[in-house]
Every structure is written in C-alpha cells, then in structure tokens.
C-alpha cells in the first residue's frame, strides 16, 4: 500500500471510532444502558479498548496532546464503564469483560473513572468462570473481545488469555 492509501485508511477508522463514538451517546441520552442489549456490549468494550490506546499514550507523555482531550478521552472511558457495568446486571459477559477493561486501566484512570460509575467487583466466590459448567465456561472463553486494531491477533483477545494476563497493555 501506499503511503497515501494508508493515511485515508487512517482517516476512515478515525471517522467511523468518532461516529460510533457519537452514536454511542446518543443511544445513551435516548434509551440509557439500563435495559439489555446483547450488541452493546460489543461496541462498549471495543470503543472502550479505543480510548485506552491514546489515554496509555497520553500517561507517557502528558505534554504531548491539549487537555481537552484528556477530558475527552477519560469522558468516552467513563460512558464506556457505565455501560458495561449496567449490562453486566443483565449479562455476564459484560460483567467479565468490565473487570478485564478494569484491570488493564492505570490507578490514575482507575481513580477518574471510579468518581464517576460505582464498579463494584465480581464476587469471585459466586461468578467464577471456573464454578460454571465446564461447556457453557468453554463457550464463553473463547469469546474475543474487540481489540483496539484489526491488525492484531485476535488469539490475543480472547477472553481466556485476558483473564490470564490481566494487566497486559497496561505498562
């Protein structure tokens, strides 16, 4: 490819994160997250794996982008949390997949978020993934969750290897 052909891939996978962003918001001003919707999690999770790429690169280096954005991304994370932590009342997944988001965050992120949504823990005595059925345990690891690039291993994803490597891609 191109260098040209590059950057307007660049410019369409930006454009398309702030629309789903948008539409994500604006799905929550109209409905909220309260009732269940099998598909929101998926886009929660994986817009939530977007905002902590830039938020892990803006800890490294906080001079390098204008604090607006940093209020913008934690704001995106925030929305992103409270929707998962709703559906997870509904849905497991969404519940193991907030704590696997959970523990990839910084104490920093994890401080500016915690104000905002009340996460509260899996209780590990009562939701373990290893206490359910050994096929319906099977099915649910091998879930992926959306990854922050089309280009990575989805193997990386699973939801087995996330729960075994919990602070991977947290520095």
């Not at 590059?6 to 454009?15: E, F, H, L, P, Y």
């Not at 001003?29 to 598909?39: I, M, P």
């Not at 209020?71 to 929707?83: D, E, P, R, V, W």
């Not at 823990?121 to 879930?143: G, K, P, R």
């Amino acid at each position: 490819m191109t260098q040209y052909q590059r950057d307007a891939a660049q410019q369409i996978v930006t454009q398309a994160n702030a629309e789903l962003e948008s539409i994500l918001r604006i799905y929550y001003l109209r409905h909220s997250f309260e009732a269940y919707d099998s598909t929101l999690t998926i886009f929660l999770a994986h817009l939530a794996n977007l905002t902590l790429e830039p938020l892990k690169q803006l800890e490294q280096d906080p001079t390098s982008v204008p604090s607006e954005t940093s209020k913008s991304l934690l704001s995106t994370l925030i929305l992103c949390f409270h929707g998962l932590y709703e559906q997870s009342k509904s849905a497991y997944v969404a519940g193991i997949m907030l704590t696997i988001l959970k523990k990839r965050l910084s104490v920093d992120a994890r401080n500016a978020v915690g104000r905002h949504v009340a996460i509260e823990e899996l209780d590990s005595d009562t939701d373990s993934i290893d206490e359910m059925n050994a096929e319906y345990s099977q099915i649910l690891s091998e879930l992926v969750l959306p990854g922050a690039s089309l280009s990575d291993d989805p193997k990386r994803w699973r939801l087995k290897n996330l729960m075994d490597e919990p602070r991977r891609g947290s520095g």
